[in-house]
């Protein structure tokens, strides 16, 4: 469905993707972990069109997406909740998840959608009138999350939705990472929490300094030594 | 009880002090207006109950305004009357003026008070009538009044439809445009050259002010794409300069040589032997300084009393044929998709009746009362000399503006705007072009200031470059920012607040302040130089940049998100307080559970 082919992409003379090829098929959870830096949110908003790559290709269903403009690739079926989460803090929550929604041009089903998106999130029912700059860290990280579902996308683009999260929520941002792609949301999760990223993933890439180092199932990831000893603190 | 009254006693003064500088009549409809404005602002003040008990809580505010504003106005007929040296205002006058006064101050503040104990959507409704009435009847009792105030308003409302085109720009977009005041030129300039008889072009004023929009909308979108990678401070330099450069190319417009480059120079290069098409040579498109006087005006109806036959005519009544025919499509189609409410049909049948007025001569009667109504409603040619005319005008246009307006904003192309102006990057994570939406919203914004630029010229009947440089973008810009930068009410507020307040107000305090130097102080200076000094530097208009600059500092000290703010800006504008407002219930929660 997804698929990066030899992805270069620089910022000035900043060599941050050297030669990326990655593969997501539909209906998979595919994780891309990493260290700080790796250029893990470089590949998301590569294949988003928010910054263009040197040279390679990042192909959707056929179409090459390197060519295109943000707002086309969005367009096309591609939602990210982005790192940092970029909600509109001044607009409502009602007013963000409705912007999620802007792509589609067909909104029949917007009701529904939104009543699908708060049984996952009951929490941005409740402040549903509120201004999203004045949510918590953690109701912020839903409402990115909720605000790129209501796309109705493709493919979903999740960039470390477990940052900064207190325990207990990291595991309920990852119990509904998985309900999505049960009901056949194609997702690519960017995670630092690679133990987490791994154990609810089909297949994952481990990321170094703008390279794939290794690629594999998740389950053989997690035990591969090197993964172990780098990204899971096992000695 | 402090905080119910306080508005009482703001109000009353600042009406009574009004009627220092006006006299005669106007403490009757100063009164009036000082109802309205005191019974919008209270409503909000109390909760939703019973009309009566409404009524008794705003009742002392209401009398308070009231009984300071005719304890001053009787002041002013007494004392100072005398003291600028004027004669005495008739008895019957005062009486009169004053009781009208009064009842209209406690009136109206009542009546919007209790219309507060409907539910809101019928309050809003009631509001709005309340309104029209004062709006349609305001020239008819301005000229029985003899205070001759709506020539002037006229120019305010100009600078109600400058502001609310500004404000798609800044207030929805938020994108800071410096240089408006050229789209408000090149409405006024493609009027001026369409239809005056300097150039022998005399089009109808009906069909120049849509060009002039269109052509206002055309160049939002050519001087907008410059600006398109630009951001905050680089885009409001950018502006600044487009709006430098435009009047000053109005102004060197005076002779243009227009000639096909391909017969002129590239054939002849190769040594080809054409004659050269020449389209204009020497032409005095703009008059320079002189500027272009007369314009044409617009006159109703369209097809004129006793007009001959012939191909004007018929294509007038085209025209009409498709107008009509346009508005029978949309209403079979509201009739056969259900939509059968009595509000929507009669809609349809006024602007059907509205489409035969605009083009067809009614018959007079020979009975004054029937006949003086048709003469407001087809006037023949505007003139000067009747304003109610032009004022109905371009109320006219302020409802078509306001009516765009709010469906543009609640559009998808409105919440695109809202996006861009929140986080561009993020927008354009959402699907939302933002080279498209920006360059609409220029030209969208561009649109409103053809229309006020048609009308301005030919309300004024000419025009001068000078009337669009650097101030009146920054004029249109305070319009903008004193009612309420994103809000259609407070740009409407701010403009009528800042335009009354330069065009009656201060040439009133001008001569207010000449006949009281004139009886008191002048005549103990001895020194004939001083004397001349003080005389000519108490003049108010001299210093209307010095207020207008005064008034938008105060303001952004005391009230930034203006009069009448839009939610989100006074969000952004309040953050700090916002979120504390947000905690501090939170907590409250957290200690009860
Ligand atoms: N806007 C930017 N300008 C310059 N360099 C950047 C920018 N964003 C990221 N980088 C660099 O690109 C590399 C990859 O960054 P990033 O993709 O954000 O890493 P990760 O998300 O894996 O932590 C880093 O070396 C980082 O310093
Ligand atoms: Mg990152």
Redesign the pocket.
């Known amino acids: 469905m997804l698929e990066l082919k030899d992805v270069n992409t620089y910022?000035?003379n900043?060599h941050?993707l050297k030669g990326i090829s990655l593969t997501v098929n539909d209906g998979e959870i595919v994780t891309l972990i990493?260290s700080?830096?790796?250029?893990?949110?470089?590949?998301l908003r590569t294949i988003q069109g928010l910054i263009k790559p040197r040279s390679g290709s990042v192909v959707l269903d056929g179409v090459e997406l390197q060519k295109l403009p943000a707002h086309e690739v969005a367009t096309l079926g591609v939602a990210q909740s982005p790192?940092g989460r970029m909600i509109f803090p001044r607009m409502t929550v009602l007013e963000n998840l409705e912007m999620g929604a802007y792509v589609r041009r067909d909104l029949s089903s917007f009701q529904n959608d939104l009543e699908h998106a708060f049984t996952l999130f009951p929490r941005l029912k409740e402040r549903i009138s509120q201004k999203g700059g004045t949510l918590s860290g953690g109701e912020q990280q839903m409402l990115a999350m909720a605000r790129a579902m209501m796309a109705k996308p493709k493919i979903l683009l999740l960039d470390e939705p477990s940052m900064g999260l207190a325990p207990i929520l990291v595991e309920l941002i990852f119990d509904i990472i998985k309900k999505l792609n049960q009901e056949g949301t194609t997702i690519l999760l960017?995670e630092q929490n690679a133990l987490m990223a791994l154990s609810i993933a089909h297949r994952g890439y481990v990321?170094q300094t703008?390279e794939v180092v290794l690629a594999d199932k998740a389950e053989k990831l997690l035990k591969d030594p090197m993964v172990q000893k780098t990204y899971l603190g096992v000695e | 009880m402090m905080k119910i009254i306080r508005p009482g006693i703001t109000f009353g003064i600042i009406g009574g002090l009004l009627t220092f500088l006006f006299g005669g009549w106007s403490v009757a409809v100063i009164g009036c207006f000082m109802g309205l404005g005191l019974g919008l602002g209270l409503a909000g003040q109390f909760e939703r109950k019973n009309p009566l008990e409404l009524v008794k809580s705003a009742l002392p505010t209401a009398l308070i305004a009231g009984v300071i504003l005719v304890l001053l106005s009787l002041y002013q007929s007494s004392v100072v009357q005398e003291a600028i040296g004027k004669r005495p205002t008739a008895e019957e006058i005062v009486a009169k003026g004053n009781l009208i006064g009064f009842l209209g101050a406690v009136g109206f503040s009542l009546l919007l008070v209790a219309l507060h104990s409907l539910p809101e959507k019928q309050e809003q409704q009631w509001k709005i009538a309340v309104l029209a009435l004062v709006v349609i009847t305001f020239p008819f009792v301005d000229q029985a009044s003899e205070l001759r105030w709506t020539s002037q308003i006229i120019f305010a409302l100009i600078f109600v439809i400058l502001g609310l085109g500004l404000n798609i720009v800044v207030g929805y977009a938020g994108l800071l445009d410096l240089g408006y005041a050229a789209f408000f030129a090149i409405g006024a300039y493609t009027t001026g050259i369409l239809s005056s008889p300097v150039h022998n072009i005399q089009w109808n004023f009906w069909l120049v002010i849509w060009i002039a929009a269109a052509m206002a909308a055309i160049w939002g979108l050519i001087l907008g794409a410059p600006t398109l990678p630009l951001r905050g401070d680089y885009l409001a330099i950018v502006t600044l300069g487009f709006g430098e450069i435009v009047p000053v190319l109005f102004k060197n417009l005076i002779d243009v040589t227009i000639k096909e480059p391909l017969t002129c120079w590239i054939l002849p290069m190769f040594g080809a032997n054409t004659t050269c098409i020449v389209f204009t040579e020497h032409f005095d498109a703009t008059l320079g300084e002189k500027g272009i006087s007369p314009i044409g005006r617009p006159a109703l109806p369209l097809i004129a009393h006793g007009e001959p036959a012939g191909a004007a005519m018929t294509i007038k009544i085209v025209i009409m044929l498709v107008a009509i025919a346009i508005l029978g499509y949309l209403f079979w189609r509201a009739w056969s998709s259900g939509n059968r409410k009595p509000g929507v049909m009669a809609g349809f049948a006024g602007a059907l009746a509205a489409i035969f007025i605009f083009f067809l001569p009614i018959p007079r009667t020979n009975n004054t009362i029937i006949d003086s109504v048709l003469g407001i409603i087809q006037p023949g040619e505007f003139e000067s000399s009747r304003p109610v005319t032009w004022y109905f005008l371009i109320i006219g246009i302020i409802l078509l503006s306001i009516f765009i307006i709010r469906r543009l904003r609640d559009s998808r192309l409105g919440r695109a705007w809202m996006a861009i102006r929140e986080d561009e990057l993020a927008a354009a994570q959402m699907g939302i072009d933002p080279v498209k939406t920006k360059l609409l919203a220029f030209a969208m914004g561009a649109t409103f200031s053809g229309f006020a630029g048609a009308f301005y010229a030919a309300y004024i009947r000419g025009i001068f470059p000078s009337v669009f440089d650097f101030s009146a973008s920054i004029i249109i810009l305070c319009v903008v920012i004193l009612g309420g930068i994103g809000n259609i009410n407070g740009v409407i507020v701010g403009g009528l607040v800042l335009m009354t307040a330069d065009r009656l107000f201060l040439p009133a305090l001008k001569d207010f302040l000449a006949a009281f130097l004139k009886t008191t102080i002048l005549p103990s200076i001895s020194d004939p130089a001083v004397q001349l000094a003080v005389k000519d530097n108490a003049n108010p208009i001299l210093y209307r940049f010095l207020l207008f600059g005064l008034t938008l500092a105060i303001m952004m000290a005391v009230r930034p998100e203006g009069l009448i703010p839009n939610e989100q800006i006074r969000a952004e504008l309040h953050e700090k307080e916002a979120v504390a407002e947000v905690e501090a219930p939170k907590s409250k929660k957290g200690k009860k559970g």
């Open positions: 910022y000035g900043i941050a990493g700080n830096g790796a250029g893990k949110s470089t590949t790192e960017v990321l703008g």
